[in-house]
Structures are given as structure tokens and as C-alpha cells.
Nanobody, 116 residues
Framework: AQLTESGGGSVQPGESLRLSCAGSGFTFKNYDMSWHRQAPGKERELVASISNTGSTTNYADAVKGRFTISRDNARVYLQMNNLKPEDTAVYYC????????????WGQGTQVTVSS
């Protein structure tokens, strides 16, 4: 199983970015997907998650109303609007089996920097 993130970059406060995570080597529809981030000197934290069917989403309080997670047949996306400097971090995509017990797996991460 492999996850590959893309779409990171450097933006100014208030701007938007859309992250994409492509899955391969596994049956994508059987996996709950999530985005996490890790800022320098801080622990990795959950940003948003989406169920394998796409019917259920959850967000960290810090991003509610600004970020939207979505998915299609082979990718999961994170639309990030009104970005703030505190959103600066490496963003990771993660997958976890929805129908059986298993360990999550991770992509390599993509850097998001928000600065004026």
C-alpha cells in the first residue's frame, strides 16, 4: 500500500491550498482516510478524517469551517481556505482499514507554509 501527497506550498494568510493524496496498492474504498499535520517542535495531530464511504467526516476544532475533506475512487483531498500562519506544518495522509483491524499507514508528507 502506498500514499502519495501533493499540493503543498507557500501561501500568504487568507489564501487557499488544495492537498491531494493518491492511494495505490490497496482497495481504496475499504479504507477510512485522514489528514494529519505536524508543526516543528509539536506532536502530529489529526486535522480531518473521512469514512470509507465518504458519508462521515470529522474535523479538528482549529480547522472547522475552513478545511474540507473529500474523496473519490482513488484520492482523498483537503481543501484549505483562509489559511493562517498556525496552519504551517507538514501534512500527512493516512489510511486505515474500515472493515477489519489493522495498523494505519502513511504518506511521506507535504509541506504547507503560511507566511506574510
Amino acid at each position: 500500500a502506498q500514499l502519495t501527497e501533493s499540493g503543498g506550498g507557500s501561501v500568504q494568510p487568507g489564501e487557499s491550498l488544495r492537498l491531494s493524496c493518491a492511494g495505490s496498492g490497496f482497495t481504496f474504498k475499504n479504507y477510512d482516510m485522514s489528514w494529519h499535520r505536524q508543526a516543528p517542535g509539536k506532536e502530529r495531530e489529526l486535522v480531518a478524517s473521512i469514512s470509507n464511504t465518504g458519508s462521515t467526516t470529522n474535523y479538528a476544532d482549529a480547522v472547522k469551517g475552513r478545511f474540507t475533506i473529500s474523496r473519490d475512487n482513488a484520492r482523498v483531498y483537503l481543501q484549505m481556505n483562509n489559511l493562517k500562519p498556525e496552519d504551517t506544518a507538514v501534512y500527512y495522509c493516512s489510511g486505515k482499514a474500515a472493515l477489519w483491524v489493522g495498523n494505519p499507514f502513511w504518506g511521506q508528507g507535504t509541506q504547507v507554509t503560511v507566511s506574510s
